[in-house]
């Protein structure tokens, strides 16, 4: 019984922690800013946040660590309360894990900065892992769609579908920030088409999360009726 309570509380406690984390990082991202001079949320993008040169560099790492953790506990946490949904739920779990890694911790210990022109190792580390966590971002709503199908859940089915275009279409978009389209919209506003990514798949989060408790609460309320 208590390692039930136990795991019912990670569960609820994973939950609450995602909507908390993506709500702060919507924030920090704006003050975290706001101290850079000359930085714009429209033309900059996130990762010039934790440059080496960035008065906010230290703090930019300790929460990219923090809230990359965050996302992995959530993981464990979806794992544990739908585990009973199939296979599929062990492979969203993963991508949950490499996303926390790769955007999350990797991305923030390794900073993209330059010498002389050219990228370091550490922000090669960067893109690589960076490129990771999204690839896994874009993955996870198709695999969310085998793990709540059309049948039993369609509504978040639907939803998924719609989350999965906008991550496509916003992407496609923040690929245009090569030196080829310097000077254009497209280029111009790479820090909008990343934000809209991020603000995109943050949503989601927030849903799953909701979804997260409201299981345990039905849980909870099956082992009442029980007694």
């Known amino acids: 019984m208590r390692q039930t309570t136990f795991r ?3 569960v609820y406690a994973s939950a609450i922690l995602c909507i908390s984390g993506c709500i702060t990082d919507l924030v920090l991202i704006y003050l975290f800013g706001h101290q850079i001079p000359g930085y714009n949320q429209l033309t900059h993008t996130l990762s010039s946040l934790g440059v ?11 929460w990219s660590v923090i809230l990359g953790t ?48 050219e990228l370091t190792n550490g922000a090669v580390l960067h893109e690589v892992f960076g490129g990771i966590g999204v690839v896994a971002l874009l993955l996870l709503p198709l695999v969310m769609r085998k793990v709540f ?12 579908g719609i989350v999965l275009a906008a991550g496509i279409i916003s992407t496609l978009l923040f690929s245009f920030r090569i030196q080829y389209f310097k000077g254009t919209f497209l280029y111009t506003y790479c820090g909008l088409w990343q934000r809209i990514f991020l603000v995109n798949f943050y949503i989601y989060f927030v849903v799953i999360a909701v979804m997260m408790i409201q299981e345990v609460n039905r849980h909870r309320q099956i082992r009442n009726n029980s007694k």
Not at 55 to 62: D, F, I, N
Not at 73 to 89: M, P
């Open 52 to 62: 080496s040169t960035s008065p906010v560099a230290r703090e930019v790492t300790l």
């Open 149 to 160: 199908t059309q049948y039993s859940f369609p509504l978040f089915f639907r939803y998924s």
């Open 70 to 117: 965050i996302f992995i506990l959530f993981g464990f946490g979806f794992q544990e309360i739908f585990s009973t949904l199939g296979k599929q739920t062990r492979k969203a779990f993963w991508l949950f894990i490499l996303y926390g890694l790769g955007e999350g911790v990797a991305s923030g210990v390794f900073r993209i900065d330059l010498v002389n022109g």
């Open 8 to 10: 019912r509380a990670f």
